[in-house]
């Protein structure tokens, strides 16, 4: 099997990753920073109830990191992300 890094391959993305956290988001966005991945988002609280950062590893993954730091009822999502939404967590 062959595999290739975005490095390998002038930067594309070869892949996506969502990693959902319990807790500490921040502390963990510190300790990527501090092992070398590249902050691409710095961790944000997003409208839906979670707050998310994203890092790009040595080899170019970018990979989203997740918490759920509240609940957000449907009707609230859609009304502030000016969306409607087909099936909801909350």
């Known amino acids: 099997m062959t595999r290739s890094s975005p490095v390998s ?3 594309k993305n070869t892949q ?3 990693v959902r956290l ?3 988001i921040d502390a963990h966005c510190d300790r990527a920073r ?5 902050i691409v988002q710095e961790p944000a609280d997003q409208f839906y109830g979670e707050r998310q ?12 990191f997740s918490q759920t730091v ?8 859609e ?8 099936g909801w967590h909350g």
């Open 9 to 11: 391959v002038a930067g």
């Open 16 to 18: 996506s990753v969502y």
């Open 22 to 24: 319990k807790e500490g």
């Open 34 to 38: 501090a092992a070398g991945a590249e």
């Open 53 to 64: 950062y994203r890092a790009r590893d040595p080899e170019g993954h970018v990979w989203t």
């Open 70 to 77: 509240r609940s957000v009822p449907r009707e609230e999502a």
């Open 79 to 86: 009304r502030l992300g000016d969306l409607q939404i087909e």
